[in-house]
């Protein structure tokens, strides 16, 4: 079993950056960042694979960057620009395998329990 845990969220005003990290317990060959909005699917954000693969969501392209640093097993999401729909509890995931990384699968083995971000005026 592999724990992710999540930090960085917090409350800020429209416009506004943060970045969110997620340390695992032991590297993985992909990472990710969802997010959940209460009444709605879980969402992907973006994740990376270990040899540098990158997906994005459309929400995502061109304000939020997904980073890694295999060898120490984190994860960090660089948000930019940030708009209040991108209010919602953040959730990192990792699995062993590479095949989640790609594009928009959502099958991933181990979760974190979610960091909350708010963006408001």
């Known amino acids: 079993q592999v724990q992710l845990v999540e930090s960085g969220g917090g409350s800020l005003q429209p416009g506004g950056s943060l970045t969110l990290s997620c340390a695992a317990s032991?590297?993985?060959?992909?990472m990710g960042w969802f997010r959940q909005v209460p009444g709605k699917e879980r969402e992907k954000v973006a994740s990376?694979?270990?040899?540098?693969?990158?997906f994005y969501a459309d929400s995502a392209k061109g304000r939020f960057t997904i980073s890694h640093d295999y060898s120490r097993a984190n994860v960090s999401l660089t948000m930019d620009s940030l708009k209040p729909e991108d209010t919602a509890m953040y959730y990192c995931?990792?699995?062993?395998?590479?095949?989640?990384?790609?594009?928009?699968?959502?099958?991933?083995?181990?979760w974190g329990q979610g960091i909350q971000v708010t963006v408001s005026s």
């Open positions: 995931a990792a699995d062993d395998r590479v095949g989640p990384c790609m594009r928009d699968r959502t099958d991933f083995q181990y």
């Open positions: 032991k590297p993985n060959s992909c």
């Open positions: 990376i694979r270990v040899d540098g693969y990158v």
